[in-house]
C-alpha cells in the first residue's frame, strides 16, 4: 500500500515533468539542457529563459492545467522541481472544492 | 534592455501578463502612457534593476516583479527618475533610452548616482575585451563569487560593476569609489 502510493506520486511527478517539459520548451535555446532537466533545472541560470518568459510560463502552466498561480506561488517557480510543486499543489486545491 | 528583442520575445498585451507583472497603479500608468509598449518595459526595466540589488545583497532569489513597486516617476526630456520599493527598502532609479533601448541603474542611496559611469556596447561574445580596450583606466574581472568588478590599472582598488544584456545590448556600469577593503 505504502509503495503503491509511493509510485503513484512518483508517475504523478513524471507526467508533469513532461508537461512542464513541452511548455518551456519554446522560450530556450539550451536544447541539449532542455533534454536533460531534473527537478533542479533553474530556468534562468540553466535554460537561460529570460526573465520576462517566466510570466508566460506561468501563463503557459495555468491555461494547460486550468489552475491559478497566485503571484506567490509564482515566487517561488525559478526551478522544474518547485514549478511541479506549484502545479500540484493548485490541482489539489482544485480537487477539493 | 532591447526593446526590438522585447517585442519579438514578449506579448505584454497577453491576457494576464500585465497582472502577473505590474502593480495597479503601475498598470494605470501603462494604460495612460502615451506609448503603453515603452512605458511596459521601462517600468520592467527598474524592476529588474532592482531585482539585482536584491538578489546580490541578500543573496535570495524570488521571482515576484509585483514586489518591486515603482512609484514617484518623472520625465526629464525623455529620461526617467522614479524609486522602486521593495518591503522596507527603496531604490533610486535612472532610466534612459535610445532608439531601441532603455538602460535603468538602481542604487540604494541618491548619492550613488555621482559615482557611476556606464558603458554601453554591443552584445557580443568579445565584450570584455571590447570594454577593456576602450577604458585605458580599468579592466573587467570577475570575483571568486562570479559577480563583475572592476580593477582599476594603476591604483590596483576594486570597484562595484554590473553587466547587463538583453538582444544587440549590453551595459557596464561601475562606480569610481573603490570597495571596502581596498
Known amino acids: 500500500m505504502h509503495v503503491s502510493s509511493l509510485k503513484n506520486i512518483?508517475?504523478?511527478?513524471?507526467?508533469?515533468?513532461?508537461?512542464v517539459k513541452e511548455t518551456i520548451a519554446p522560450y530556450t535555446e539550451e536544447t541539449d539542457i532542455l533534454e536533460n532537466?531534473?527537478?533542479d533545472t533553474d530556468?534562468?541560470?540553466?535554460?537561460?529563459?529570460?526573465s520576462a518568459s517566466l510570466?508566460?510560463?506561468?501563463?503557459?502552466?495555468?491555461?494547460?492545467?486550468?489552475?491559478?498561480?497566485?503571484?506567490?506561488?509564482?515566487a517561488k517557480m525559478l526551478t522544474v522541481g518547485a514549478s511541479i510543486e506549484v502545479i500540484k499543489t493548485k490541482l489539489g486545491e482544485g480537487d477539493r472544492e | 534592455m532591447d526593446l526590438h528583442q522585447a517585442a519579438l520575445d514578449n506579448n505584454w498585451q497577453r491576457k494576464g501578463f500585465l497582472h502577473k507583472v505590474f502593480t495597479s497603479p503601475e498598470q494605470q500608468l501603462i494604460q495612460e502612457a502615451a506609448s503603453p509598449n515603452y512605458m511596459v518595459w521601462l517600468l520592467w526595466s527598474m524592476k529588474e534593476a532592482s531585482y539585482k540589488i536584491v538578489n546580490r545583497t541578500k543573496c535570495f532569489r524570488s521571482y515576484n516583479p509585483t514586489s518591486f513597486c515603482c512609484i514617484s516617476?518623472?520625465?526629464?526630456?525623455?529620461?526617467?527618475?522614479?524609486?522602486?520599493?521593495?518591503?522596507?527598502?527603496?531604490?533610486f532609479i535612472?532610466?534612459?533610452?535610445?532608439?531601441?533601448?532603455i538602460h535603468s541603474i538602481a542604487v540604494v542611496s541618491q548619492q550613488d548616482f555621482e559615482h557611476i559611469h556606464s558603458h554601453l556596447l554591443p552584445n557580443r561574445p568579445d565584450y570584455v575585451e571590447a570594454f577593456n580596450s576602450a577604458l585605458?583606466?580599468?579592466v573587467i574581472r570577475k570575483s571568486t563569487t562570479g559577480i563583475p568588478q572592476m580593477l582599476h590599472r594603476s591604483n590596483h582598488t576594486t570597484h562595484a560593476a554590473s553587466i547587463s544584456h538583453h538582444g544587440r545590448h549590453l551595459a557596464i556600469i561601475y562606480s569610481d569609489v573603490p570597495l571596502s577593503g581596498d
Open chain 1, 55 to 74: 510570466v508566460d510560463i506561468v501563463l503557459d502552466l495555468e491555461e494547460r492545467f486550468t489552475i491559478e498561480i497566485d503571484n506567490e506561488s509564482m
Open chain 1, 10 to 19: 512518483n508517475m504523478e511527478n513524471e507526467d508533469l515533468m513532461v508537461i
Open chain 2, 73 to 91: 516617476l518623472t520625465n526629464d526630456r525623455g529620461d526617467t527618475s522614479g524609486i522602486v520599493s521593495y518591503g522596507k527598502n527603496k531604490f
Open chain 1, 43 to 50: 530556468f534562468i541560470r540553466d535554460l537561460k529563459i529570460n
Open chain 1, 37 to 39: 532537466i531534473d527537478k
Open chain 2, 94 to 101: 535612472r532610466s534612459f533610452y535610445g532608439v531601441d533601448f
Open chain 2, 136 to 138: 585605458p583606466d580599468y
